[in-house]
T-cell receptor
Framework: DAGVTQSPTHLIKTRGQHVTLRCSPISGHKSVSWYQQVLGQGPQFIFQYYEKEERGRGNFPDRFSARQFPNYSSELNVNALLLGDSALYLC???????????????FGNGTRLTVT | DQQVKQNSPSLSVQEGRISILNCDYTNSMFDYFLWYKKYPAEGPTFLISISSIKDKNEDGRFTVFLNKSAKHLSLHIVPSQPGDSAVYFCAASAKARGSTLGRLYFGRGTQLTVWP
């Protein structure tokens, strides 16, 4: 079975631009979460979506938005890019949203975003 | 506000010996803890977890110990193998009203190097 797939793998953008990152969860997984990993730190929670509804949001500005589609894939959008947005963006999927105890997160390989 | 702390950025161990990775947390609402392993250019991979109602969980060469009173957990790898060389992240989750149950709080990670 295919794991969590993310596209693109690498991206270079200029300050002020916007970016869209895409994620396809593992087949059958209905929950998608997004994390940002800045170099030297652990992943930081951005969003969780379940059944196309936002179930949680981390401490990120409104420039960050996301959505989940009927097929459970997801997009993360970032507007007005700043240099500090340069990071590895990880998507994770799980079977359900609220039972992390029996449904640990499965991560994709991430999208490396560089803002210049 | 780092609620999950991994104070050792790196650990070097000889093949066959025990590797002990440590993690401390500050939020007493955390009730589920996970370890993820990350190779370069890949996303984090779930390794092992433990619920706060237990003090030990074992899976093959990997054992996680939890000391709730000290808010401390550790991952033991015995025997260590060169293929275990990776970054290990400690993560925690809180099953509390108002929290996002699928949200994980990560430490900054410990780079484990196992040498022959």
């Amino acid at each position: 079975d295919a794991g969590v797939t993310q596209s693109p793998t690498h991206l270079i953008k200029t300050r002020g631009q916007h970016v869209t990152l895409r994620c396809s969860p593992i087949s059958g997984h209905k929950s998608v979460s997004w994390y940002q990993q800045v170099l030297g730190q652990g992943p930081q929670f951005i969003f969780q979506y379940y059944e196309k509804e936002e179930r949680g949001r981390g401490n990120f500005p409104d420039r960050f938005s996301a959505r989940q589609f009927p097929n459970y894939s997801s997009e993360l959008n970032v507007n007005a890019l700043l240099l500090g947005d340069s990071a590895l963006y990880l998507c994770a999927s799980s079977l359900v949203a609220v039972d992390i105890y029996n449904s640990p997160l499965h991560f994709g390989n991430g999208t490396r975003l560089t803002v210049t | 506000d780092q609620q999950v702390k991994q104070n050792s950025p790196s650990l070097s161990v000889q093949e066959g010996r025990i590797s002990i990775l440590n993690c401390d947390y500050t939020n007493s609402m955390f009730d589920y803890f996970l370890w993820y392993k990350k190779y370069p250019a890949e996303g984090p991979t779930f390794l092992i977890s433990i619920s706060s109602i237990k003090d030990k969980n074992e899976d093959g060469r990997f054992t996680v110990f939890l000391n709730k009173s000290a808010k401390h957990l550790s991952l033991h790898i015995v025997p260590s193998q060169p293929g275990d060389s990776a970054v290990y992240f400690c993560a925690a989750s809180a099953k509390a009203r108002g929290s996002t149950l699928g949200r994980l709080y990560f430490g900054r990670g410990t780079q484990l190097t196992v040498w022959p």
